[in-house]
């Protein structure tokens, strides 16, 4: 949470150290979309003509409403009205009107974000009236160096892959075949002992000397494979029998054991990529073998190999192991860390430029890491990925609103 904090008011001082001016400066000329008219919208006159816009979105799709009139009456045909909208990124969304008997209604859904840089034309008996204004919300500025002090990274927008995994939980064991007892080949007297309990040794390395009875030569008892040192049973001046002397045991391969109950088992199968998660510490792998728990128990046992050349992981730990049970490839997906709540929506921040907008989305299906996007969002939209928390922040405390 400091670590948030911190990364914010980085930003916040950052920007205003090298732009004091910037925020004032980038202001739009609001002076067209200023007043309102008698339903609420935004209110345009010119002469003696004024055209009343509104975004109404009640009980309905946002839709484009407008009154026009001409020396305050009604104007209720023999009229051309059009709204052209720019989006961040230059796509375009244009909107012609029909007479509804009470208002003029655009031809189209205005979908969200409401942030655009809007034109009006009007033509009426052969005059032509036109207004621009930027009505932006949900859009903020921030400038490259500033992005990449606060650590703000963004990735493109495109097809992925959703999987859909099943959870279940065992422990770590050893293969019976990874450990190696070693005994003396000949009756015998120890005289050296060089390996001790956890030390780790490669196959051919001396563990100890014994002078054998019957030759009364000393012979080097050797590790068979590579591993640790896990038993040790002899002490030099002790005689060495049939009793092994040591246990050498390769833990550079672990075996997760995990219970697959009835309910699940028509969806193991083997060859399918796990996730393992011990401690706090990721493994993947496959399962190798599915196996009888015994006839007492009601579950399976999926077996897992699980890479530990680093050694970080033991035997007996309690793992939980996310099995990969279906892959869906979607044909948009987002990473899940760049999701954010946004007023009533799950939005990303796009990225054009130096100017970062919200992008409310309708989302599909998820795998906790990645999730499909139905819209909201384009192929080839960079968005942030990194610290989005930041955009959301610095978007809140200019108070963007959402005013129509």
């Not at 009139?69 to 059009?82: N, V």
């Not at 990449?148 to 992925?160: L, Y």
């Not at 120890?190 to 000397?209: I, K, M, Q």
């Amino acid at each position: 949470m400091r670590t948030k904090t911190r990364l914010f008011w980085l930003l916040a001082a950052t920007w205003l150290a090298i732009n004091p001016l910037q925020a004032a400066e980038q202001q739009p000329d609001q002076s067209q979309a200023e007043a309102r008219g008698p339903h609420g919208g935004t209110l345009l006159q010119r002469d003696d003509v004024a055209v009343e816009l509104q975004i109404f979105e009640q009980g309905v799709p946002p839709e484009y409403r407008a009154w026009i009139t001409r020396d305050g009456r009604p104007i209720t045909g023999d009229m051309d009205l059009g709204v052209n909208l720019t989006r961040l990124g230059g796509q375009e969304d244009h909107f012609n009107f029909a007479y509804q008997g009470d208002y003029w209604l655009g031809d189209g859904v205005v979908t969200e974000p409401h942030s655009f840089d809007v034109e009006v034309a009007l033509t009426l008996d052969g005059k032509d009236y036109q207004w621009r204004w930027e009505s932006h919300e949900g859009r903020t500025t921030i400038a490259p160096e500033i992005a990449q002090r606060a650590g703000i990274a963004t990735t493109e927008a495109g097809p992925g892959t959703i999987e859909r995994k099943l959870t279940t939980y065992g422990s770590l064991t050893l293969a019976p075949q990874q450990t190696a007892r070693v005994r003396a080949r000949f009756p015998g007297m120890v005289t050296r002992v060089t390996a001790n309990l956890g030390d780790r040794v490669s196959r051919g390395d001396v563990l100890a000397e014994v002078e054998s009875n019957e030759s009364l030569q000393n012979y080097a008892v050797r590790a068979p494979i590579d591993g640790a040192v896990t038993a040790r049973h002899i002490s030099s001046g002790e005689v060495a029998g049939e009793d092994p002397l040591f246990a050498i045991t390769d833990l550079s391969t672990l075996w997760a054991e995990l219970r697959v109950f009835p309910g699940q088992r028509n969806e193991v199968a083997i060859g399918q990529t796990v996730r393992v998660t011990a401690e706090g510490i990721d493994r993947q792998g496959t399962v190798r073998h599915l196996l009888p728990a015994g006839s007492n128990t009601p579950y399976t046992l999926a077996r897992v190999e699980v890479d530990n050349t680093d050694g970080l992981l033991t035997p007996g730990l309690l793992v939980a192991g996310d099995l990969v049970v279906e892959t869906v490839e979607v044909p948009l997906t987002v990473d899940n860390r760049a999701l954010q709540s946004f007023r009533d929506w799950t939005v990303v921040f796009i990225q054009v430029g130096d100017n970062y907008e919200i992008r409310p989305l309708e989302l599909g299906r998820s795998d906790g890491e990645m999730t499909e996007v139905l819209s909201g969002l384009q192929p080839g939209d960079r968005y942030v990925v990194e610290n989005s928390y930041l955009i959301k922040a610095d978007i809140e405390k200019s108070g963007a609103s959402h005013d129509h």
